[in-house]
């Protein structure tokens, strides 16, 4: 630091902790809530302390599930998640780096079409047009597959536009010397491209299998066997079972359970993450 | 745009980009070009009946003051959710940048909201806000104020300000983090020996520098709070009560979705990829003059 | 492992071919789509598993696919595509948008008949099954899991507040909520589901209309008229109650069930199938009784009528699979499974055989109170006001009354204002249905 005042880093460190506290303050409950039986969660006050059921609500949450819901516990539908989110954010990082090198490395007709084609995809979420995409994926007998979960929200633009950002501001001169050393342009790619984009296909990794794993409606709708449930889908629908009351414990379980790959895929990868994003946005 | 370096033509960018663009024409312009001729139709829900109505389903919305309303209500829905979550990680990074032991373990813990899903989210704060149960209404209780979101449009655009918010603030912190910490030491250093002090060099040296970190963040939260917060209203207010958080995403959703009115919903849909496409050009324009001035 | 491989592997080959091959197997699946989550899902699957043990024929599998809308947009979504279920449970205000699609579904009378399977339409319960049958007394769809508002109280609190009698009228209802609040309760009463209770069932209990053309049911030309003096009158009462705490609104659909199970309202209007959830979350004595009424209004209430949901059979498959779902439907409106079913979910027998069944078992003496609800619905014989609504669009129609009636809770309409308001958005709808739908 610049100069040093005791006194101001204190009250820094005091307000940093408070403001941990207060983006904490939601999974506290959420772990508390999860550590209780169902009927102590509908008596007002409700607890702030964690009670003794935690394993009892983990041993539901991942062998049976809710109630009624299909039998299934959330460890399957973890396990769904997990293969929908990876598929998602590495078919992503793969199509956007193959199409991303094509139009900033090459020359050729409809380049410029191809580039407005992929663009017009960005941002707009499948929400908009599930109904439509619906029909398109079960006409092509995806319904209750992993393909049909997944490589509908790979149609999106955003990681390309990233890796085009990321080519631009590679210098020219790499590609010059890769020539004079007479390496094609798949050498190119794999040899000079991918170790230099490495930070931000990391950081994109983290965006996509979040991205991937949160998804509900879309599983909600394309699938009907239970077998091919994922978890974030199954909170949503434990929390309106018909003419009954939410049963909270097992709901908040659920969705700590469904936290967590996420939350590790940030936390272990934050630095990557972090380098990867503020290097190719600033 | 193309480098002024570049592989003569051949057959293998076309190879390239195939696999993107057979996903983006079969799940993207299919689809979309379908709800586009559906928003010309009028349909009943099973696809059994369909009739040619030209622009009705435009004028129609275009004329209900609840789609105005709507679009008015996502004009502030989202400026309240960038303030919110920019200025809360503004403040935490400023204080972390201070503390230099310790900044990467704050960083850890302020970052993992960002992974928790919108849905999930929004049932975590609507679990907190329950007006009998929720164990914030009910310290707001105690201190005499009766919180029911469900009744009280305010609070209710409160509560899912504060959830989407909530999932924002680590990434927004990220990014301020990161600009601080690349603000050359020297600059700070010589402003303090002309003796400014740390709010002065705050205000006149730290924000400035900030700003194209925050204009950034400012498009990025605004996207944000536009199209990913539909599973927070999903899973919070559902729209209401009566219509007071039923931002354009969730609208369309819900007139198709729940609502089955195919026709209605597909306009809807159709305005919202211009708007997105407008946005797209706008950011492009800017992001690409950043990048190749 | 397998399974993962399949799933990945196979719809890619199987793309080139692109033929919806069914290994063929001797037991013929029925898919049945439905929205019962929690306990009752649970049930559903017994119901299911306790079939397929009768015969080797047909499995009945169910799949439970979100709440009612979802469930709803889901199928018609598949029937879009081909790839729908042989039965779907469509909530009440889905009818009229599910009779409409008379290409897609099959009426269960008619199914019934198609197969030559026995089918006795006399032994349903009029109350019940007025609200499915098409103007010339055709069933379309198969009752199942049905109910009906009724009043909940908590009895200790009524003693606490000393209010001696179970208020039977409105004007009862306020006196009660204010001993209430005086007891130091936070407030008299609550309610969900508000448009259900407190439009749709409000005028059939009062015997007047809440839309032309008998409520719909003769033709798709009908138009609101729930904004009459009576209905305004009734709003405005609850809003002014709204001061001094009488009633606290809280949500759309159950959402206000703990403040009566937590003791903060001693009374709650909602549906009878809340009976399950009450049972296992109230602390105290509770009862339920029949919905208060206005005494100047009618002298004796009509009769209310139903929500919940029935079984609806999609068209598109091979005859002999309907052969399947005709056995099931007679074996879910059995006595003994209709008896179970209405005993531990709190919803109607379908049936009077299940009705006098449970009676003869003795459910009735040792859970008093339970039969209100059927007792409630088939306290008159219905009248074209109080048979029940077929309104299309009607998804979209309740919440836009749930809107009006949200702002007039706040305080930013009138009742006058928000009932003629939700009349008029609502009539915009109706046309638009009529004229996708009409014929």
């Known amino acids: 630091m610049v100069e040093n005042r005791p006194l101001l880093t204190l009250f820094s460190h005091i307000m940093l902790i408070l403001g941990v506290a207060v983006i904490a303050l939601p999974i506290w409950i959420m772990f508390v809530a999860a550590s209780h039986p169902d009927i102590r969660m509908t008596q007002v006050p409700l607890p702030i302390l964690p009670g003794g059921y935690f394993f009892e609500n983990l041993d539901i949450a991942l062998n049976r599930g809710l109630s009624g819901q299909s039998g299934q516990g959330v460890a399957h539908m973890m396990v769904n998640s997990l293969i929908m989110a990876m598929m998602i954010a590495v078919g992503k990082i793969a199509i956007s780096l193959l199409s991303a090198f094509a139009i900033v490395y090459f020359r050729f007709p409809f380049r410029m079409f191809f580039f407005w084609m992929i663009f017009v995809t960005l941002m707009l979420p499948v929400e908009v047009r599930i109904l439509p995409t619906y029909e398109v994926v079960a006409n092509l007998g995806m319904l209750d597959t992993y393909w049909g979960l997944s490589i509908p929200l790979i149609a999106s633009a955003t990681a390309t536009f990233m890796f085009r950002q990321v080519f631009l501001t590679i210098p020219d001169e790499m590609l010059e010397a890769a020539r004079i050393d007479g390496a094609g342009p798949m050498r190119f790619f794999w040899d000079i491209l991918i170790p230099m984009s490495r930070t931000n296909i990391a950081a994109l990794f983290v965006i996509l299998f979040i991205y991937g794993w949160n998804q509900y ?65 600033k | ?75 502030v829905f989202s400026f309240l959710v960038a303030f919110l979550a920019m200025s809360f990680a503004l403040v935490l990074a400023l204080l972390a940048d201070r503390v230099i032991k310790g900044s990467g373990t704050y960083r850890t813990l302020l970052i993992w909201p960002y992974a928790v899903a919108p849905v999930t989210a929004g049932a975590l704060w609507v679990f907190m806000f329950n007006p009998t149960l929720g164990i914030v209404a009910y310290a707001l ?66 924000l400035p520098l900030l700003s194209p970190t925050t204009f950034f963040l400012l498009v990025i939260n605004i996207v944000f709070a536009f199209f990913e917060t539909f599973g927070v209203i999903h899973a919070v207010t559902a729209g209401g009560p009566a219509g007071a958080t039923n931002i354009l995403v969730y609208k369309v959703f819900n007139d198709g979705f729940v609502g089955l009115d195919l026709g209605g919903s597909a306009a809807q849909s159709v305005i919202l990829m211009i708007i997105v496409i407008g946005l797209t050009v706008v950011q492009f324009k800017y992001i690409e003059k950043k990048v190749s001035y | 492992m397998m399974s993962i491989f399949k799933k990945l592997v196979l719809p890619a080959a199987l793309a080139a071919f692109m033929s919806g091959t069914g290994v063929a197997s001797a037991v013929t699946e029925i898919q049945w789509w439905h929205a019962m989550g929690g306990t009752n899902g649970e049930r559903v699957n017994k119901i299911a598993e306790d079939f397929n043990a009768t015969q080797s024929d047909f499995k009945v599998v169910p799949t439970f696919k979100g709440n009612y809308t979802e469930t709803m947009t889901a199928a018609i979504a598949a029937f879009r595509a081909k790839k729908h279920p042989h039965i779907v449970q469509v909530f009440e205000v889905g009818t009229a948008t599910m009779m409409a699609a008379k290409g897609a579904v099959y009426p269960v009378e008619q199914m019934m008949n198609d197969a030559g399977e026995p089918f006795d339409k006399s032994v349903y319960l009029p109350a019940v099954i007025s609200y499915y049958q098409t103007s010339d007394g055709q069933l379309l769809s198969m009752p199942f899991n049905s109910s009906t508002p009724v009043l909940w109280y908590n009895k200790d609190a009524l003693d606490k507040a000393g209010v001696a009698k179970v208020p039977e009228t409105w004007p009862e209802m306020k006196a009660a909520s204010e001993k209430l609040v005086a007891a130091g309760y936070k407030c008299g009463f609550s309610f969900g589901w508000q448009s259900w209770v407190m439009v749709e069932n409000f005028s059939a209990w009062h015997n007047i209309p809440m839309g032309t053309e008998e409520n719909g049911f003769k033709s798709t030309k009908t138009d609101f008229e729930f904004n009459n003096d009576t209905v305004k009158a009734h709003m405005k009462n609850l809003q002014d109650w709204q001061k001094g705490n009488l009633f606290i609104y809280g949500g759309r659909r159950g959402d206000s069930l703990p403040m009566f199970t937590n003791g903060e309202c001693g009374m709650w209007m909602n549906s009878s199938a809340y009976y399950g959830s009450i049972k296992s979350q109230a602390k105290f004595n509770f009862g339920q009784s029949m919905m208060p009424y206005y005494p100047n209004v009618i002298d004796k209430p009509q009769n209310s009528i139903i ?11 091979p005859d002999e699979e309907y052969k399947g779902v005709a056995k099931f439907m007679t074996y879910l409106s059995s006595p003994e499974v209709q008896a179970w079913w209405h005993q531990e979910t709190g919803y109607v027998p379908i049936t009077t055989p299940a009705y006098e069944l449970s009676k003869k078992q003795g459910f009735y003496d040792s859970n008093p109170g339970t039969d209100t609800a059927i007792k409630q619905l088939s306290l008159n014989t219905p009248t074209p006001n109080s048979r029940g ?10 919440d836009i009354i749930n809107e009006e009636m949200e702002a007039i809770w706040s305080g930013a309409k009138t009742p006058a204002q928000g009932m003629d308001d939700a009349v008029k958005r609502g009539d915009v709808l109706l046309r638009k249905f009529e004229e996708a739908n009409g014929s």
């Open chain 2, 141 to 206: 209780s105690a201190l005499g104020y009766e919180w029911n979101h469900q009744l009280n449009g305010g609070e209710a655009m409160a509560l899912v300000v504060m959830a989407s918010a909530w999932k924002q603030v680590a990434y927004n912190f990220l990014f301020f983090l990161a600009g601080l910490q690349s603000i050359p030491k020297s600059l700070i250093e010589a402003a303090a020996i002309d003796g400014a002090g740390p709010g002065r060099r705050t205000i006149d040296i730290i």
């Open chain 3, 307 to 317: 929500g919940g949901a029935t079984l609806w059979v999609l068209r598109g498959k």
């Open chain 2, 1 to 75: 745009m193309l480098k002024n370096v570049h592989f003569g033509p051949s057959v293998l960018p076309f190879l390239l980009v195939l696999p993107q663009i057979a996903v983006t024409l079969v799940f993207f312009i299919w689809p979309a070009s379908q709800a586009l001729y559906q928003s010309v139709l009028l349909e009943d829900a099973f696809g059994l009946k369909t009739e040619f109505v030209w622009f009705r389903n435009f004028e129609e919305l275009f004329s209900d003051p609840h789609y105005w309303s709507s679009f008015e209500i996502t004009v």
């Open chain 3, 389 to 398: 609504i077929r309104f299309g669009n009607f998804v979209q129609i309740r």
């Open chain 1, 217 to 281: 409606l879309w599983p909600l709708l394309i699938t009907s066997e239970p077998q091919m449930y994922t978890v974030v889908m199954g909170i949503k629908q434990m929390l309106e079972a018909a003419e009954q009351a939410p049963e909270w414990n097992v709901i908040m379980m659920t969705a700590l359970l469904a936290m967590l790959p996420p939350i590790c895929v940030v936390i272990f990868m934050q630095s990557l993450f972090v380098k990867g994003l503020t290097e190719t946005e």
